[in-house]
């Protein structure tokens, strides 16, 4: 069975730095594409930042490039966004999802919230 | 970016009765490689969204078969055939042919 389990989020100020974490289990991690997609509080969907299974190809949404940074460790089966110079408007639930390709999310965890304010 | 539009944002159907969203995009989703990368998620009450159609009309495991999905290039249709209870909550299309991918407004069904 497919897990996705975030962790990493909380409280942080305007301008600080947390580091999400999605660790996955069952499924071949390093074969998958994986995304992370948020979500406003009582908002809809916005897709955020992918990166391939080899970890050498990034995308990220014009909103977070060069503040959030997504990576995976293939040996941990973990994946991850550093993200910097937080704003009040990067207050979401941040979900991780598999990518199966072409953006179809077929697994997603249960999101992690991160909330920006002084 | 592709702008995704959704109509209507809110739905109140009677049990049993059918339902149907619009979802336009701002550009073709058909590929080069003939395939059309636009889909539909439900976000279920307190849950995470899940994955029901896929390419336009293919219904991902476990879905039932009351959920139908239609259209082409840029004009495209969820319907479900008789609603139940299980069945509320926000329901996204996105496309997902070019980056940044981009979903719809959403739009939430409610039992009336």
């Known amino acids: 069975e497919v897990q996705l389990v975030e962790s990493g989020g909380g409280l942080v100020q305007p301008g600080g730095s947390l580091r999400l974490s999605c660790a996955a289990s069952?499924?071949?991690?390093?074969?998958?594409?994986m995304s992370w997609v948020r979500q406003a509080p009582g908002k809809g969907l916005e897709w955020v930042a992918s990166?391939?299974?080899?970890?050498?190809?990034?995308h990220y949404v014009d909103s977070v490039k060069g503040r959030f940074t997504i990576s995976k460790d293939n040996a941990e089966n973990s994946l991850y966004v550093q993200v910097n110079s937080l704003r009040a408007e990067d207050t979401a639930v941040y979900y991780c999802a598999r990518d199966i390709g072409f953006g179809r999310y077929d697994n997603w965890g249960q999101g992690t919230l991160v909330t920006v304010s002084s | 970016d592709i702008v995704m539009t959704q109509t209507p944002l809110s739905l109140s159907v009677p049990p049993g009765q059918p339902a149907s969203i619009s979802c336009k995009s701002s550009q073709s989703l058909l590929h080069s490689d003939g395939k059309t990368y636009l889909y539909w998620y439900l976000q279920k009450p307190g849950q995470s969204p899940q994955l029901l159609i896929y390419?336009?009309?293919s219904r991902f495991s476990g879905v039932p078969d009351r959920f139908s999905g239609s259209g082409s290039g840029t004009d495209f249709t969820l319907k479900i055939s008789r609603v139940e209870a299980e069945d509320v909550g926000v329901y996204y299309c996105?496309?997902?042919?070019?980056?940044?991918?981009?979903f719809g407004q959403g739009t939430k069904v409610e039992i009336k």
């Open positions: 996105m496309q997902g042919i070019h980056l940044p991918h981009t």
């Open positions: 990166i391939n299974g080899d970890g050498s190809v990034r």
């Open positions: 390419g336009v009309a």
């Open positions: 069952g499924f071949t991690f390093r074969s998958y594409y």
